[in-house]
């Protein structure tokens, strides 16, 4: 079974910071795809950046970027330049492809908190 | 752009009360799930459908919870009999062929008293 962890329940930063959230997993599988999903208060579910395991570039997307480190099991986020609007609870997921059947597995979370 | 809809966004039931929640997946989509997220604890996944049936379905679901997709929109998640500790966030999520991503709804909070 996989498993994903993330070890900081909670960060703060200044606006126009810039933050990473770390997230690590655990799995046998060799092709699998890494997510992050921000949770604001309305506790809405957004996709935030995808990650295939086969690409060995990061992904981005505007100010978000990833650092996946595919040997030491590493899914870490960075957000660039920081708005308020990024507070929010963010969750790091991983998924095993199969297509009918690819739940996702979440980590518990890193509560981020923008501060103006 | 398209999105995920759940109805009713907060519902209110006694013990041991059956509830319907419902959800409407984006329009293309082939697959769906459900997911749970008890108060400040992290996301989990319940069950996921495809050709309507269920693919996989985790030990949190048990024989008091069933899914239907009645007709060719709505996605159900029925809870037979309420258990206080039913009480949670009720995420759907579709996805189509492409790109392996999940959409979430918005949830429908569920309390049970």
């Known amino acids: 079974a996989q498993t994903v962890t993330q070890s900081q329940p909670e960060m703060s930063v200044q606006e126009a910071e810039t933050v990473t959230l770390s997230c690590t997993y655990d799995t046998s599988e060799s092709n699998y795809y890494l997510f992050w999903y921000k949770q604001p208060p309305s506790r809405q579910m957004i996709l935030v950046i995808r990650q295939e395991a086969y690409k060995q570039q990061n992904a981005t997307e505007n100010r978000f970027s990833v650092n996946f480190q595919k040997a030491a099991k590493s899914f870490s986020l960075k957000i660039s330049d920081s708005q308020l609007g990024d507070t929010a609870m963010y969750f790091c997921a991983f998924m095993r492809p199969n297509f009918g059947n690819e739940k996702l597995t979440f980590g518990t979370g890193t509560r981020l908190t923008i501060i103006p | 752009e398209p999105e995920v809809t759940q109805t009713p966004s907060h519902q209110v039931t006694q013990m041991g009360q059956e509830v319907i929640l419902r959800c409407v997946p984006i329009s293309n989509h082939l697959y769906f799930y459900w997911y749970r997220q008890i108060l400040g604890q992290k996301v989990e996944f319940l069950v996921s459908?495809?050709?309507?049936?269920?693919?996989?379905k985790s030990e949190i679901f048990d024989d008091q919870f069933s899914v239907e997709r009645p007709d060719g929109s709505n996605f159900t998640l029925k809870i037979r009999s309420t258990k206080l500790e039913d009480s949670a966030m009720y995420f759907c999520?579709?996805?189509?062929?492409?790109?392996?991503?999940?959409?979430f709804g918005p949830g429908t909070r569920l309390t049970v008293t």
């Open positions: 459908f495809y050709n309507n049936e269920i693919s996989e």
């Open positions: 999520a579709s996805s189509g062929e492409v790109a392996h991503e999940q959409y």
